[in-house]
């Protein structure tokens, strides 16, 4: 299905610079900040630079050169916020079933405590 960007959403404004971020890693094509409302000790989103709403639509409409930023991105701040050893979750929400709030591909790195599994009873 063809996916329409939300060029207002919140990540885009942190993109373009109109709204402050606490930045983790910046890569050619990706940003890494940490969440406002973090749900774990370490809780970052990594989002490409390019306009994409959820993991489905990066995987059809990337560019192999932004899947591999991403990709690498992704591993490089779990390196650099020490999360290998004990352990951490990615997630990445997409579109009403998933409760994505935010339109613009994110991964939330959530590691530092016991994170229970993975999803909570409906
Ligand atoms: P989602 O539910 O879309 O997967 O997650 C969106 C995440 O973005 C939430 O964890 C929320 O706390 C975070 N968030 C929303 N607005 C902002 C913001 O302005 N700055 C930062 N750093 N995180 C935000």
Known sequence: MPYSYDDQNIF????????????????????AFRD???????HVLVIPKGAYVCYDDFAQNASDAEILDYTRAIGEVCRLMKVEENGFRLIANAGTAGVQEVPHL?????????LGRMLAPA
Not at 12 to 31: F, M, Q, W, Y
């Open 12 to 31: 885009a404004k942190i993109l373009r610079g109109e709204i402050p971020n606490d930045t983790v890693l910046e890569t050619g094509h990706s940003l």
């Open 36 to 42: 406002i409302h973090p749900q774990a000790p370490t």
């Open 106 to 114: 994110h991964v939330h790195i959530l590691a530092g405590r016991p």
